[in-house]
Nanobody, 125 residues
Framework: QVHLVESGGGLVQAGGSLTLSCAAS????????MGWFRQALGKEREFVAT????????LYADSVKGRFTISRDNAKSTVNLQMNSLKPEDTAVYYC??????????????????WGQGTQVTVSS
């Protein structure tokens, strides 16, 4: 099972930007799609974005489309989430996760096999 560690969270004002990073300790990082989820206090964990094994295909939740960008560097075994134009409703713990297949075309929680511990993002109004 892959070990995932997120970083880059913090406090930012509305309209600001943050970049989250997720480092994976596995030799098979490039074999699988990766994703980002988030969970706000008192709410269920929700899908944010996925990226295919080669970075050529991405999916975004409607709530973040046009503001967030997911990317990956297979040489470094990292996946990033660039978040722009942040809103207070983006406040949540953000988790990266490994998808069960290379393309990541599905976005259910159960489609992801490994999870990081999460990083807090707080957007003030």
């Amino acid at each position: 099972q892959v070990h995932l560690v997120e970083s880059g969270g913090g406090l930012v004002q509305a309209g600001g930007s943050l970049t989250l990073s997720c480092a994976a300790s596995t030799r098979t990082f490039s074999n699988f799609a990766m994703g980002w989820f988030r969970q706000a206090l008192g709410k269920e964990r929700e899908f944010v974005a996925t990226i295919s094994w080669n970075g050529g295909s991405t999916l975004y939740a409607d709530s973040v489309k046009g503001r967030f960008t997911i990317s990956r560097d297979n040489a470094k075994s990292t996946v990033n989430l660039q978040m722009n134009s942040l809103k207070p409703e983006d406040t949540a713990v953000y988790y990266c996760a490994e998808h069960y297949d290379p393309w990541g075309r599905t976005t259910k929680l159960g489609d992801f096999t490994s999870w990081g511990q999460g990083t807090q993002v707080t957007v003030s109004s």
